[in-house]
């Protein structure tokens, strides 16, 4: 019989969902932050459609590029000859979603750090506020309100693990959430997508400004401000 404890943790007083006693995150890959991937290859695409539409109402390099690292975002453009305070912000950065001239610059990822049976009328960090239907698993994952993962998503969005989509479920903790990952084979280091490219299957930030009344920006400036970011081509 399987252990009712977390797969590499010890349940606390969460209902065993924000373990204190995991182990130490670096062990898992990855670490414990969250992860800002920063697409060049978007940046650049995006930067003609943002020099179009002329800038918006708030610089694109403020709050240190909405989250995004000002000095790469700027050493982007500079490459590309442009002036960041000539540029719409939103666009530039693919808000609140992909349209046809636009794809997402940042996707946001966490990783999973355990994963435990939970029972039908079994509940899930603070106040219980999600209880099972019926026998499920669910997977404690890297990224809570500490990491600009804003406490009002919880039953409200899904993650994307591997190809598939979970719900998140119960309140956003500190430093960590939890995902309803019913049958589907979920392990302790698999990667977790918040959000990203809807065309890769990913969440949009849209959901999550329609999930809590936040802007695109403001959402995306909270988390990015607070992830490791990793840039990529």
Known sequence: MRSPGWAGGDPDSLGGVTAPHLGTPR???GGAATVARLSTAALEHNARPALE???????????????HGADWVAGVLAR???????????????????????RPVLTLTGRVLSTKDLRAGEGVSYGYAHRADADTRVALVTGGYAQGIVRMLGNR???RIGAALHPLVGRVAMDVCVVDITEHPVSRGDEVVFFGDPRDQAPS???????????????ITASGLRAVREVRA
Do not use: C, I, K, N
């Not at 539409?53 to 989250?67: H, I, N, P, T």
């Not at 540029?87 to 001239?101: E, M, N, V, Y």
């Not at 930030?205 to 959402?219: H, N, P, Q, S, Y």
């Open 157 to 159: 969005v899904a993650v």
């Open 27 to 29: 062990a898992v890959p």
């Open 80 to 102: 590309l000859d442009l002036d960041p305070e000539t540029l719409d912000a939103d666009t530039l950065f693919g808000l609140p979603a992909p349209d046809a001239q636009t």
């Open 205 to 219: 930030l849209a959901g999550w400004a329609d999930a809590t009344g936040w802007t695109a920006g403001e959402l």
């Open 53 to 67: 539409r002329g800038r918006g109402e708030v610089s694109a390099l403020y709050a240190d590029a909405w989250g």
